[in-house]
């Protein structure tokens, strides 16, 4: 199993950038569709971004789409999330996570359908 340890995550002003990234152990990075998630006090953790093994796909929460973009390095091992005009309520953990899905093709936004987490990392936005 894959795992998962994200970074990056801290204190910006409304409107502002931020990017977040998720190293992967294991030489299988590639066959894993990976996630971001994230999870706000007193709320469920929701879908915000996804994208296939190859790349070659992605999928946004209408909450971020737009102002969010996944990508990944395979040689790397890394996912990342860059944020921009981040606002107040993006204030959350954010965790990525490995999906089950075979040869990494499919993003699910479920989070039912990830076998690996990472712990998370906090970014919050100020108003």
């Known amino acids: 199993q894959v795992q998962l340890v994200e970074s990056g995550g801290g204190l910006v002003q409304a409107g502002g950038s931020l990017r977040v990234s998720c190293a992967a152990s294991g030489r299988t990075f590639s066959s894993y569709a990976m996630g971001w998630f994230r999870q706000a006090p007193g709320k469920e953790r929701e879908f915000v971004a996804g994208?296939?093994?190859?790349?070659?796909?992605?999928d946004y929460a209408t909450s971020v789409k737009g102002r969010f973009t996944i990508s990944r390095d395979n040689a790397k091992n890394t996912v990342y999330l860059q944020m921009n005009s981040l606002k107040p309520e993006d204030t959350a953990v954010y965790y990525c996570?490995?999906?089950?899905?075979?040869?990494?093709?499919?993003?699910?936004?479920?989070?039912?359908?990830?076998?690996?987490w990472g712990q998370g990392t906090q970014v919050t936005v100020s108003s």
């Open positions: 996570a490995a999906s089950v899905s075979p040869f990494g093709a499919t993003i699910y936004r479920d989070h039912g359908g990830y076998i690996s």
């Open positions: 994208i296939t093994g190859s790349s070659l796909s992605t």
